[in-house]
């Protein structure tokens, strides 16, 4: 039977895995924000390719398959709409006084770009980091442990519950109640009947969460340790030195074209 994944940290030897939590938070960050000085298509191409590299060096392609759907009707829906919006350039297409212009296409794609590029970042975070390690991270940067934890169990919480649904509509299944079949209209009517049963089972799975916490103490205001040992290597001061130049490439990238 395959091991069961909850979230899409993936336990492998990879470049990314033996950094610091902290060093992995900071870097994302850093790759994060250097999309946002990128505003032209060689540019946003660029970025994108970067960050399929980053995919690579990472091993988390099974966990962008998983997402693949989503990314795909996202990017799909950024590039119909957004030159709907823009009117810059020469009309390529008009029906119904719609007019599309190539600069129109072009931003789309740019933005679809930028948009794909942040999602893969965030992806190959989660993919080399454990909940506990980021958790750790922003008990290091001096967040209120209230706080961190409210996440750390979002993270957990949301494929379990994810798990729940599926589970659910299993025993539907089994039991005579044909969920797939049918018009887009008719199926999502025929999910009505699983709405008391996840809620029944968050409801129950909140309660006993509730007396899991106050049985360890939760909320009390004492010193709290880890389990967890972090430590620094030799990865963490590259790891900087190459977030650095990725952001710094992308504001010369931005101001250069100016």
Request: charged share 15%; glycine share 6%; hydrophobic share 55%.
């Amino acid at each position: 039977m395959a091991k069961k994944r909850y979230g899409l940290y993936s336990r492998r030897r990879t470049i990314f895995h033996g950094l610091h939590p902290l060093s992995k938070l900071l870097c994302a960050f850093m790759i994060l924000v250097s999309p946002l000085f990128l505003s032209d298509i060689s540019g946003s191409l660029s970025y994108l390719a970067l960050c399929l590299v980053l995919v690579a060096l990472g091993r988390a392609w099974s966990s962008l398959r998983a997402l693949l759907p989503i990314i795909s009707m996202m990017a799909f829906v950024t590039i119909v709409v957004w030159p709907l919006f823009w009117r810059g350039g020469e009309d390529v297409f008009g029906l119904w006084g719609i007019s599309i212009t190539d600069e129109g296409l072009l931003r789309g794609l740019s933005m679809a770009s930028r948009l794909i590029s942040l999602i893969l970042v965030g992806i190959v975070f989660l993919t080399v980091t454990r909940v506990e390690e980021f958790m750790a991270a922003l008990r290091l940067l001096g967040l209120p442990f209230v706080f961190t934890f409210t996440l750390m169990l979002s993270f957990r919480l949301a494929p379990t519950f994810i798990a729940t649904v599926g589970t659910i509509r299993d025993a539907q299944k089994a039991r005579g109640h044909t969920i797939d079949q049918g018009n887009p209209l008719r199926k999502a009517i025929k999910h009505v009947p699983l709405i008391i049963p996840v809620i029944l089972h968050a409801i129950r799975g909140t309660d006993v969460l509730s007396m899991a916490l106050e049985s360890r103490g939760f909320g009390k205001k004492v010193n709290r340790t880890s389990i967890i040992q972090l430590t620094h290597t030799w990865r963490d001061p590259i790891a900087y030195s190459m977030s650095v130049m990725i952001l710094s490439a992308a504001i010369f990238w931005r101001y250069a074209l100016l």
